[in-house]
């Protein structure tokens, strides 16, 4: 019959016999350090600067993945680690990215797609719940049919999202807040405010005059004119043709104040532009902007340059371009602390909405 020997009987065994215990084991240095091994964070191509400042933030690394392109462009995503029973978050903006080492830039469909083979990968290799966090959602601005026979281009990207194996989405500044009634799973939606307001609170600028540069972002700014306690003013615009506006007339007395515009994102500034414009010309003192988003599409960065906007402060949902990091212009802040609490909120189920409170 075999004898069961416990472990402080075979160390008393060894020290009888005069032969030392084995060494503990030390643990493996290389492993990486991890919060809760059944908590992940995965990042596509398109701001892994941004991913890494949220894991950072977060205490942990950002999860192994590997994306290529073949000669033809076809995307490639195969995730390097195990995901097995994980709570599982890809952040990826579906924006374009330029690439510092010259290669060719990523476009705004390109990163979309990579995200959904991230979502499908994770779906496929048994993950317990994925969230898709977007901290620019791409395509938010076609969200209805204003002309005929045309798509409603979100609606569908939602879809996608929900057709990957997405259970859950973290969106920051959506063009609209309807948009989150496009999803058929829950939407967390984050607002930048309280960074860019933290900003402007320091700054402490005199006479200060919050302004919408159309009706559509009334809300936004009436927001944000209350947690800065300032006026609020409207700037009336019509749209000529795409991504060209024709300024009207400004509602509100601007005449000898500091003027911010605020907006969820610029993209080729010539809105943002003729608004400063027009605010000058109804007798502002100064005019500063805002943004989430810098789309900053050509030839947005010049635009700005030439402008009377004294300066234009985004946040980093998505990256700038080389000739935008010149242009003194423009001041970037960050929003990983932002994204990494609710995404900590998302993970411990608690609420995301303290977060604005």
């Known amino acids: 019959m075999a004898t069961l020997v416990t472990p402080t009987e075979k160390v008393v065994e060894k020290m009888e016999k005069n032969v030392p215990p084995m060494p503990e084991e030390k643990p493996d240095r290389k492993q990486r350090p991890r919060v809760d091994e059944k908590f992940k964070i995965f990042s596509g191509t398109a701001n892994e600067p941004l991913a890494d400042e949220v894991c950072q933030f977060l205490g942990m690394q950002r999860g192994q993945a ?4 073949f000669a033809d462009g076809e995307a490639y995503v195969q995730i390097q680690e195990n995901v097995r029973g994980a709570d599982v978050f890809v952040m ?4 374009r990215a330029a690439h510092s080492n010259g290669a060719k830039s990523t476009s705004v469909d390109e990163h979309l797609m990579e995200l959904l083979l991230m979502i ?9 719940r994925i969230t898709a966090v977007m901290p620019y959602f791409g395509y938010a601005r076609q969200d209805r049919k204003d002309k005929p026979r045309s798509p409603i281009s979100s609606k569908l990207v939602a879809d996608l999202l929900t057709t990957a194996g997405a259970h859950r989405a973290l969106i920051v500044d959506l063009h609209t807040p309807q948009l989150q009634g496009f999803f058929n799973i829950p939407v967390d939606h984050l607002f930048a405010s309280p960074v860019l307001v933290d900003h402007f609170r320091k700054l402490n600028l005199p006479n200060l005059t919050v302004v919408s540069p159309d009706a559509g972002g009334v809300e936004r700014a009436r927001f944000f004119a209350k947690k800065v306690d300032a006026a609020l003013a409207i700037v009336d615009k019509r749209r ?5 506006a024709e300024v009207m007339h400004v509602i509100g007395d601007v005449k000898g104040r500091t003027c911010l515009i605020i907006d969820d994102l610029i993209d080729t500034a010539g809105t943002l532009v003729k608004t400063a414009t027009a605010l000058m010309e109804n007798g502002a003192t100064e005019v500063y902007a805002c943004s989430s988003h810098a789309v900053l599409s050509h030839p947005a960065v010049q635009n700005i340059a030439k402008s009377v906007i004294r300066e234009v402060v985004v946040t980093n949902t998505i990256p700038l371009t080389e000739e935008a990091k010149q242009e003194p212009k423009i001041r970037v802040l960050s929003i990983a602390g932002l994204i990494g609490r609710a995404i900590q909120a998302n993970h411990e189920e608690t609420s995301v909405s303290k977060l604005f409170t």
């Open 240 to 244: 000529v043709e795409m991504n060209v």
């Open 92 to 95: 990826q903006p579906t924006c």
């Open 120 to 128: 499908d990968a994770l779906k496929r290799a048994s993950a317990r």
């Open 66 to 69: 590997q994306v290529i392109r």
